[in-house]
């Protein structure tokens, strides 16, 4: 069972049972998380800065319920995943997307 | 009491717009009449392709009808110097793009239908050249190999549908134009030497109703010009066509040019956002009412066929297209008339009344605008408008009377 | 030809199981569509089975297990999570043999078309006789200086991934909102280890005339109510400081949340005095919420503006059928009320569903659901009366700069600017047309209500007035690709 991870201003997993470590892949960097989680899950814990830019501008999940589509990411080449709504696999290739 | 004005054009579309402009700066007092909001119906709705090769659906049906659509040319070639000025006169961008447009093949009966096609629009004068596959895919590299075989027209390109009309109409309204959103014509009667319009004004207030007297009236109205026509008792006939259109969510440019397709229906472009349109008239339905005739007032619903057809069309020349999310599907109906020629002049035994509507609207509305009022000062036109001549249907229907 | 299901249910929360269960019950063969893994809806998310551990419903809610196990395991339900329904077509009446050409759109049935955001191949068409359209609510936007920066959550996304996901979205927050939720949510951060910095609660505390009027509301709510007033105790207990009276001026920081302007507002929500900074790592906006009413649009059904039930509401008789026969509403689109009425209202679609369908529905059921849905109401009516949104003085909040369209980045600036230099514009429409504001993925969701308050403002218009977005299909975004997996025959499901 992993322990909450309490770093200064990022989200942090809490003490819970998680599913198997499982890893993916967002920009090419791997990024460790647990079969359950979903892919916005894995990305903040992850302290990844920006799921999507608009005009230039950083954006993470707003919604977190399929809505807004600010955490639409590019997972294994499809454009526009909602990162909230997608449950990591293995292996998984996420692609934050630029605008 | 009524108020005065030189010139009164009815419907809010892009050629409305551009005929109140065109009228304000030549001093005339305007008014223009819309019953919605501006912009909202085929002029909003359509993808806005400048395009000047003949299109799909005038070589589908044979070589005859292909024939005499290009007749029809002149008036491409004027709309395309039209277009690429307008802008600059306006003092506006209209979102003007003229990088050139593709016609595709993808069997060798579609080469062979691109190779009469190119050779009869370069006897109208069309700049226009038939490239084989790599040829083409060198110029536009996001073309997939089925691509057989395309003809490049170097004018063809796009404006911005959705800033064309409303920056037209703030032209006029700069120049003194009066623009009344949600008001409606529900009659015109002669009045002196000129016309008066009765129109109903909504607001949330209620309902006021208008007298608006002038000298001429330009019938700008699309798909309701038929309607029109007839509280003056004339016929114009006119076809709605409701057509279905798309657009993805804004990606980096890949496709600067038009494309199009000598086989099946399709448009694609991207524009200046990276929003990717795709068209090209699939067919949607339009509601019907209890007499069989089309509610224009009410909203067309998309066909399934259309969605599979036109994502199919589009995915098969230009594959990376298959994963651009898709944000919007939606039905414009544009207005065609029975013998596919557009209606331009002076609506028959109306002296003073004028229309335009029918056929590419968009892409020749400028053109349309222009030509209407030369005809109303008593002006030659520039192009031979007598193919487009309102009487030719008002004379069939007293033969058949 | 493939079989149709009797009824497709889109959305798994209260009303739709609720609906499903009910119309399962007397015999209707039922699909229910849905985008989240589990059935349950936003209120009722859990954490998903990888994880382990036993399931945690809310405690004002002790219905809930029962209702969702037993839908679950009824053989006439179907079940297809993970997929999102984009959009509803009437199946051509010449299309359908045997239908009734007179008989008007729908009566052939519908094609639901459905995607599957995950595998956008497994995307096609389900066929229905009847369609509910149960699609639940969204935290209502509020566009105010900064609220794009990373770190502005709404507070049912904080909530999601606390119930669902076991995270912890920041170490220290500020609240700001209207809404009870916005009280559990910092109640919930609490317990998970977050600092919470403020809890700004726009209205000021309950009047006693408003009190006594909330009071025959409240049997059969205790649970609900003792819920809340826990939330509070702990917070206060616990040193949080709740502000009444107190709106967010400006969200602050350089790529992401870093602190809060916050300033005292009069009982009209009015910013009065002059704003202090609070440092923060997130803010959580917990103003109310709108109905999801984009497939009744794209239907083509008729909508109605009321704004204490959350803005646009699908038009509706007293059998929750629509204005477009054979479309019915259930929960939060026929109003904002809350999981218990949604719950009623979806029982009661489900057996006039089954009724208008042949099936035999006792009386006895229906009265009892109606009974149900008045008694939920009187609650539900007392809360969107007091926590109801000022709407014009939360969009003052937003300056010419402010970001109305988040998808576009459209600011107030330029939408005022259009409404000022065409004054012959005065629809939501024709400035999304335009402005391209409600344009970009997410459709017009959050900032249909902000351009129309600024139509209405600039025109001196009320919102209703101002219209609303038309919406199309896809109403979510999907893949062209999968416009070519509706060629096939509907897969079986």
Not at chain 2, 77 to 101: H, K, P, T, Y
Not at chain 2, 354 to 377: C, E, H, K, N, Q
Not at chain 3, 353 to 367: D, F, K, M, T, Y
Not at chain 3, 377 to 404: D, H, K, Y
Request: aromatic share 4%; glycine share 12%.
């Amino acid at each position: 069972m992993p322990d909450a991870e309490a770093t200064s201003g990022r989200a942090a997993r809490l003490p819970s049972e998680r599913g198997e470590p499982a890893e993916i892949t967002v920009d090419g960097r791997p990024v460790g998380c647990f079969a359950g989680e979903t892919v916005a899950t894995a990305m903040l814990a992850a302290g990844v800065p920006a799921f999507s830019h608009r005009n230039g501008e950083p954006r993470i999940p707003l919604c977190n319920m399929g809505t807004c589509f600010e955490c639409g990411v590019t997972v294994d080449g499809v454009p526009l995943t909602r990162s909230c709504l997608t449950t990591v696999r293995d292996g998984m290739r996420v692609e934050t997307s630029e605008r | 009491m009524s108020e005065r004005y030189d010139s009164i054009v009815v419907g809010g579309g892009l050629l409305g717009a551009a005929l109140a402009w065109m009228l304000a700066r030549e001093g005339a007092r305007v008014a223009l009449l819309e019953r919605d909001q501006l912009n909202q119906h085929a002029s909003g709705q359509n993808a806005g392709s400048l395009h000047f090769q003949l299109e799909y659906r005038m070589v589908e049906h044979g070589w005859e009808s292909a024939r005499t659509a290009a007749e029809a040319m002149p008036l491409h070639l004027e709309a395309a110097r039209e277009w690429a000025a307008l802008g600059d006169e306006l003092g506006e961008s209209l979102g003007v793009a003229q990088q050139g447009g593709f016609m595709l093949a993808e069997t060798a009966e579609q080469v062979e239908v691109l190779r009469r096609k190119t050779a009869l629009e370069q006897e109208w004068g069309l700049d226009v050249r038939l490239l084989d596959g790599e040829e083409a895919r060198r110029l536009a590299p996001y073309l997939s190999d089925s691509v057989l075989a395309a003809a490049f027209c170097p004018l063809e390109g796009k404006a911005d549908t959705r800033i064309a009309g409303p920056a037209l109409a703030r032209g006029a309204l700069r120049l003194g134009a009066e623009v009344r959103t949600r008001t409606e014509v529900v009659d015109l009667v002669p009045a002196g030497s000129g016309w008066a319009v009765h129109a109903v004004e909504r607001s949330d207030a209620g309902e006021r109703m208008l007298r608006l007297e002038a000298d001429t009236v330009m019938l700008a109205a699309g798909v309701w010009t038929t309607r029109l026509g007839q509280l003056l008792d004339v016929s114009l006939p006119t076809i709605p066509l409701a057509l279905m259109m798309s657009v993805s969510a804004p990606t980096a440019p890949f496709v600067p040019h038009l494309v199009q397709h000598a086989g099946t229906k399709l448009s694609l472009k991207q524009t200046g956002n990276g929003t990717v349109l795709i068209g090209g008239g699939w067919p949607a339905r339009l509601p019907l009412a209890a007499d069989g005739t089309p509610e224009l007032d009410r909203r067309p619903t998309l066909l399934q066929s259309s969605l599979v057809g036109n994502a199919a069309a589009a995915i098969g020349v230009v594959p990376r297209t298959a994963s651009l999310p898709i944000v919007r599907s939606w039905v414009g109906t544009t207005t065609v008339t029975p013998d596919q020629l557009p209606l331009v002049g002076q609506v028959p035994g109306r002296p003073g009344v004028f229309v335009a509507t029918g056929g590419s609207a968009f892409t020749l509305g400028p053109s349309f605008a222009r030509s209407l009022i030369a005809l109303a000062d008593g002006r030659p036109p520039g192009i031979d408008l007598h193919p487009y001549d309102p009487a030719r249907f008002e004379r069939l229907s007293h033969a058949r009377r | 030809m493939t079989a149709a299901h009797d009824l497709v249910v889109v959305g798994a929360g209260p009303a739709g199981a609720a609906a499903a269960l009910a119309a399962a019950d007397a015999g209707l063969d039922v699909l229910v569509v849905d985008e989240q893994r589990a059935a349950g809806g936003q209120i009722f998310r859990t954490t998903p089975p990888e994880f382990g551990g036993r399931r945690k419903l809310p405690t004002g809610y002790p219905w809930a297990g029962e209702l969702l196990d037993r839908a679950r395991s009824h053989p006439g339900i179907a079940w297809r999570h993970g997929a999102t329904v984009f959009g509803i077509l009437p199946v051509a009446v010449d299309a359908a043999a045997g239908a009734d050409a007179s008989a008007g759109p729908g009566s052939a049935g519908f094609d639901v078309l459905t995607s599957d955001p995950a595998d956008p191949a497994r995307s096609g068409r389900v066929r229905a006789r009847r369609v509910l359209i149960a699609s639940g609510a969204y935290d209502m936007p509020v566009a105010i200086p900064g609220w794009t920066l990373p770190g502005v959550m709404m507070a049912g996304a904080v909530q999601g991934f606390l119930k669902s996901q076991r995270l912890r979205v920041a170490d220290r927050v500020v609240l700001a909102g209207s809404h009870p939720l916005l009280l559990i949510v910092a109640d919930q951060l609490l317990a998970a280890g977050a600092r919470i910095e403020e809890v700004a609660i726009a209205r000021g505390l309950p009047s006693p005339v408003e009190l006594l009027r909330a009071l025959p509301a409240v049997p059969g709510h205790v649970r609900l109510l003792g819920e809340l007033a826990g939330c509070v105790l702990r917070l206060l207990r616990a040193g949080v400081r709740i502000s009444t009276g107190t709106v967010p001026t400006e969200v602050l920081g350089d790529g992401r949340v870093q602190g809060v302007r916050l300033a005292r507002a009069d009982r009209g929500w009015r910013q009065t005095g002059p704003a202090r900074t609070v440092d923060a790592d997130a803010l959580v906006l917990g103003y109310g919420f709108h109905p999801s009413t984009e497939l009744a649009r794209q239907l083509g059904c008729g909508l109605d503006w009321d704004s204490a039930q959350g803005g646009w509401i699908v038009r509706h008789d007293a059998q929750l059928e629509t204005t477009v026969a054979g479309v019915h509403v259930a929960g939060e689109p026929s109003g904002v009320a809350g999981a218990e009425q949604s719950r009623a209202e979806g029982e009661l679609a489900g057996l006039t569903i089954a009724a208008a369908l042949g099936r035999p529905v006792p009386e006895r059921a229906l009265a009892g659901a109606r009974r149900r849905i008045r008694s939920a109401s009187r609650f539900s009516g007392v809360v969107q009366r007091m926590f109801a949104p000022r709407r014009e003085a939360l969009l003052e909040l937003a300056t010419p700069a402010t970001e109305i369209c988040r998808c576009e980045t459209v600011t107030r600036g330029t939408i005022d600017g259009f409404l000022d230099e065409n004054p012959f514009a005065g629809t939501a429409d024709a400035v999304k047309l335009a402005c391209r504001s409600g344009m970009g993925p997410c459709q017009g969701r959050y900032c249909e209500s902000a351009v129309a308050g600024l139509v209405a403002k600039a025109r001196g218009t009320g919102v209703g007035q101002a219209g609303r977005f038309a919406a199309h299909i896809p109403v979510k975004p999907v893949p062209l690709q999968a416009y070519v997996a509706l060629a096939d025959d509907p897969p079986a499901l």
